[in-house]
């Protein structure tokens, strides 16, 4: 048995926009250039849930936020990952319909996470692990060790897809399978083998 475990941004979903980056910063009146450094420079600790959503919004913002501008901030995150990757949503429709174990690894929020669960594409993934949820994050070892035990399968079995380098060097070095991201077309390529 071969499990093939999808990242999601970048991955299933198209990147982040400067547009939808831009809109979270004028939503609460910030310079979009700072609003931009302070999102990524606090977000890896966001994702391994050692920040909640009104400390990262803060972070980001170099202020205190408000209950209404921390909703309104999760809800234009979440929609700045909702555009799928048509290619590889497609890819993973035929997977799934064919029988094959699929599964999801994200370094996401919790908040982010339950977002992304609502979307079609997501739910009909059995098998969904979030960094927030985990309190690790990639590219460190543990989170890999944590779904290879959650899958129940040797490192060996499983195939990781993801668009950043760091994490599928932290997947091949418990074993997995890493293969780097670049379009839809060369995924499937590379997938031809594991069908």
């Known amino acids: ?19 939808d980056a831009e809109a979270m910063a004028r939503a609460v009146d910030a ?30 913002l170099g202020r205190p936020v408000t209950q209404t501008e921390v909703a309104r901030l999760v809800a234009m995150d979440v929609a700045s990952w909702a555009y799928p990757n048509e290619g590889t949503v497609g890819l993973l429709g035929e997977l799934i319909e064919a029988g094959r174990d699929v599964a999801l690894l994200s370094n996401a929020p919790v908040c982010i996470g339950d977002g992304l669960d ?8 059995g098998r969904r692990f979030y960094s927030g949820r985990m309190g690790l ?23 990781f897809i993801d668009d950043r380098k760091e994490n ?13 991201f670049t379009d839809a077309t060369a995924l499937r390529g590379a997938l031809s083998g594991a069908w």
Do not use: C, N
């Open 118 to 125: 609502e979307l079609p594409w997501i739910a009909e993934i």
């Open 1 to 19: 048995m071969t499990w093939i475990v999808f990242d999601y941004g970048g991955v299933l979903s198209l990147p982040q926009s400067e547009s």
């Open 168 to 180: 599928i060097e932290g997947a091949e070095r418990v074993g997995m399978t890493g293969v780097h």
């Open 137 to 159: 994050v990639k590219p460190d070892r543990e989170i890999y060790d944590e779904v290879v035990r959650a899958l129940d399968a040797d490192p060996s079995e499983i195939v």
């Open 31 to 60: 310079d979009p250039e700072d609003f931009k450094r302070g999102y990524w420079e606090h977000r890896l600790e966001f994702d391994r849930a050692s920040l909640s959503p009104p400390a990262y919004w803060s972070a980001v």
